[in-house]
């Protein structure tokens, strides 16, 4: 299997989730961006999508569709990263 991303939190691959920071860390589920917004930006996140303002990072949700994204590959259970 291929993927986009690696999760900061898990290290589990990752072809959609949670971004923060333009690309600074990456999150696979909600649990995990809740650990990033804590252990990295100190703020704990009960709603994901609080109207709270924050000029010190932002977070958002995606996707990556094309192979063409693809910078990691699982082989026998570990993640690596592809060399292209």
Do not use: H, P
Request: with cysteine; aromatic share 16%; net charge negative.
């Amino acid at each position: 299997m291929r993927y986009a991303r690696s999760c900061s939190v898990t290290g589990e691959g990752m072809n959609e989730g949670y971004v923060f920071s333009d690309g600074e860390f990456y999150a696979k589920d909600e649990e995990s961006a809740k650990v990033i917004a804590l252990r990295e930006y100190g703020v704990d996140l009960q709603n994901m999508w609080s109207d709270d303002d924050n000029d010190d990072w932002v977070v958002y949700w995606t996707q990556w569709d094309d192979e063409d994204d693809y910078q990691y590959e699982e082989v026998n259970g570990v993640l690596i990263e592809i060399n292209q």
